[in-house]
Nanobody, 116 residues
């Protein structure tokens, strides 16, 4: 089993920044990819950003140029730096990990609220 612990969510004004962290622990053989998803009220969960073990990244069009995903392979940790935040970024953000042996795991989520 793999456990994910997210942190960094909170309340921020439009134009502000937040940095999310997600640390994976447990029975980890190797991690193929890590990423962040979000779910806003009344909407489906959507991919925000992802990063592979080799460092390749993908971003949702809505966050390109504002968000940056990074990882620390030694610590099995993924980060999401969120800049120029907009009210429409308000959502619960979920960490996702694709582990090579056990499959896909989800964090419990951390709430990001962008409001003046």
């Amino acid at each position: 089993q793999v456990q994910l612990v997210e942190s960094g969510g909170g309340l921020v004004q439009p134009g502000g920044s937040l940095r999310l962290s997600c640390a994976a622990s447990g029975s980890i053989f190797s991690i193929n990819a890590m990423g962040w998803y979000r779910q806003a009220p009344g909407k489906q969960r959507e991919l925000v950003a992802a990063i592979t073990s080799g460092g390749s990244t993908n971003y949702a069009d809505s966050v390109k140029g504002r968000f940056t995903i990074s990882r620390d392979n030694a610590k099995n940790t993924v980060y999401l730096q969120m800049n120029s935040l907009k009210p429409e970024d308000t959502a619960v953000y979920y960490c996702n990990v694709m582990e090579s042996s056990w499959g896909t795991y989800w964090g419990k989520g951390t709430l990001v609220t962008v409001s003046s």
